[in-house]
């Protein structure tokens, strides 16, 4: 796999590309990261048994709440921008909530646009080719909105503390509880209180990732409110208790690891 960042201009919209080419078969279990993907398959696409499907050629794919495995058939060839938790919509102006604990095509978004960017992606010979024409067109759709700067300072509040109560955040944002809860939704594609979650669990793995077996530890520097609160969610959020999680695979936290 190679990481590549984005152009400086895109940074604070983009967090990273990954580029993928690999010719044997597996199957990877996922977890909920946080940040929407865009993805394009210039091969075969993957499969999600969660899902029982195949993801398109050009899949959008939004915030989930549940881990699943993504299989591969040997023919692959994929290229994926990930976004930051709220910024996807500006690029595609179609709001995140519409597919939440969704993989969508990206065709189904009547973006014209968009669709012609993705049949030119499939067009080139090369990987490298095809992000460029993908980075050319996002640098020319940044367009920051109010919104999308008071939601990213929200998103870097919980990133900070996860526990933040919700009305904070939003008299932070200048709007009713009411009111901020509409528009995180709008922008991040779930409600703060169920991201809030996934921001524990990602910090948790992030801990577990840097060598820490005190799940009590865990649990306050995550902002469970105690240690049986934390077992519980990382086991919706990855299918595992944190203990036979370790035993399955070494734990990595996307959202709390900055790729390079």
Request: include cysteine.
């Amino acid at each position: 796999m190679r990481i590549i960042q984005p152009k400086q201009e895109l940074r604070p919209y983009v967090r990273y590309y990954w580029m993928l080419e690999d010719d044997e078969p597996f199957s990877v279990l996922t977890f909920p990261i946080g940040c929407p993907q865009i993805i394009f398959h210039r091969k075969s696409p993957l499969y999600v048994p969660e899902l029982n499907s195949l993801q398109n050629r050009f899949t959008i794919s939004g915030q989930v709440n549940f881990p699943s495995h993504i299989q591969s058939d040997g023919n692959l060839d994929m290229i994926v921008a990930v976004f930051y938790p709220h910024t996807i919509g500006m690029f595609i102006d179609t709001p995140p909530s519409a597919f939440y604990n969704r993989e969508i095509s990206g065709y189904d978004i009547d973006n014209r646009q968009l669709s012609e960017i993705a049949t030119k992606i499939f067009d080139c010979q090369s990987s490298d080719e095809s992000l460029g024409i993908l980075e050319r067109w996002l640098l020319g759709k940044v367009k920051p909105t109010l919104n999308i700067q008071r939601i990213g300072n929200s998103i870097r509040e919980l990133l900070n503390t996860s526990a933040i109560p919700i009305n904070i955040l939003a008299d932070n944002a200048c709007l009713s509880k009411k009111q901020y809860e509409r528009v995180f939704r709008e922008q991040v594609g779930m409600n703060p209180k169920e991201y809030a979650r996934i921001v524990r669990f990602q910090k948790s793995l992030r801990m577990l990732q840097c060598g820490s077996r005190d799940y009590a530890y865990i649990a306050y520097h995550c902002g469970f409110t105690d240690q049986s609160h934390f077992i519980r969610d990382f086991k919706v959020m990855s299918g595992y208790t944190p203990k036979s999680l370790l035993n399955h695979c070494e734990p990595y936290s996307d959202l709390f690891t900055h790729p390079v």
